[in-house]
């Protein structure tokens, strides 16, 4: 199917799971704005100054962990959407901003708008380009895509110059693989005697999850970290054992590990020196491979191992439900409630 420019940005948008635009667009933008109605898929939403469209994409980022997308007219409209981008940033919420440009022929006649699109974007971006064919938007706005996605979140900014997006394109672009190290952590789980070690977001419940079809398919040991911010657990969560801390027991837990597989982690550390102890836990000659570090997509990594071993799409629950637990439940409630000092529990005076 033939399309232009701005058509192939938006359905590669669409494809990418950026469905929203927050728009204050001018004569500039007016193919993309046309490509932004014609496909199915994309919510326009007319913002009556730039400083909103920018604050609308970080509360929907807030909100639904996934980014939106702007449109901004040339270097000023940009200027006016700074204060809320520089929010965004600072929050470490996701966003494409697709800021429009004069024709790439055009600049060198320096006309009244004409500015330095990519110097006013960088103090708020952690990613700027510039697209200099319209075989190349589409691609490069897979680029910003996987960029505003990064972990925690970014902000992509995408310059549209005009000629780029009337002219033809290339059809819809795949974002970037996943930058993960799927080849040597497949290898280190399937060699035997494996730990996957998890930290950070991965103790989440969908990081559990993927860990759990990892270790049905594997039957690999997984361990979290021993100090970690939020671990969730409860019925139907894995049941995580965490390294210990002393030293002589985090050794004996580690004793005959083969390979020790990071997702979110660090390799397994001493908290403090001790005379004759050694500094790390895993023992000689184990194998220590990362699959994916703290700032990286955790749960994306353990998700995408999951597929790459053809693993279980579900496993049994790790704690089956008990039925003495309801009435367990109860008794400590009330037992609880009785050694509450009569006021404490709200009784009558």
């Known amino acids: 199917m033939t399309m232009n420019g701005a058509e192939s940005l938006v359905r590669t948008m669409v494809a990418g799971g950026v469905d929203v635009c927050f728009t204050n667009p001018g004569t500039s933008e007016m193919h993309f704005v046309a490509a932004l109605d014609r496909v199915d898929g994309m919510r326009c939403v007319l913002c009556l100054f730039e400083g909103v469209t920018s604050g609308a994409a970080d509360g929907y980022y807030r909100m639904t962990d996934r980014p939106a997308s702007t449109l901004l007219h040339l270097g000023p409209g940009l200027g006016n959407a700074l204060a809320n981008l520089h929010n965004l940033k600072k929050a470490k919420s996701g966003v494409v901003n697709v800021v429009g440009e004069h024709a790439t022929y ?70 970037p693989p996943l930058a993960v190290r799927l080849p040597v952590a497949t290898e280190a789980l399937r060699a035997g005697n494996a730990v996957l070690l998890l930290g950070g977001v991965a103790l989440r419940e969908a990081g559990q999850r993927a860990a759990a079809r990892i270790a049905a398919k594997t039957g690999c040991r997984v361990m979290a970290e021993g100090s970690n911010a939020r671990v969730e657990r409860g019925r139907g969560r894995l049941a995580i054992e965490r390294v210990p801390y002393p030293v002589d027991q985090a050794l004996a837990s580690l004793k005959d590990t083969r390979a020790i597989v990071l997702c979110g982690s660090k390799q397994p550390t001493a908290f403090f020196a001790y005379p004759g102890k050694p ?14 570090a703290p700032h990286e997509d955790i749960v994306g990594a353990l998700e995408a191992l999951a597929d790459e071993l053809g693993a279980p799409r579900h496993v049994g629950r790790a704690r089956p439900p008990d039925p003495r637990e309801r009435d367990r439940h109860r008794r400590v409630r009330d037992d609880g ?8 529990r709200g009784g009558p005076a």
Do not use: Y
């Open 279 to 292: 500094s790390l836990f895993a023992p000689e000659g184990c194998r220590i491979e990362a699959l994916a």
């Open 106 to 175: 055009h600049r060198i006649f320096d006309a009244p708008l004409t500015s330095d699109i990519e110097g006013i974007a960088r103090p708020v971006s952690h990613w700027v380009k510039t697209s200099m064919s319209a075989r190349d938007v589409a691609a490069d706005g897979a680029a910003a895509i996987a960029a505003a996605k990064a972990p925690p979140g970014q902000v992509a900014t995408l310059i549209l110059p005009a000629d780029t997006a009337w002219n033809e394109g290339s059809g819809i672009a795949a974002l």
């Open 337 to 344: 409630a009785r050694l509450l000092p009569r006021d404490a």
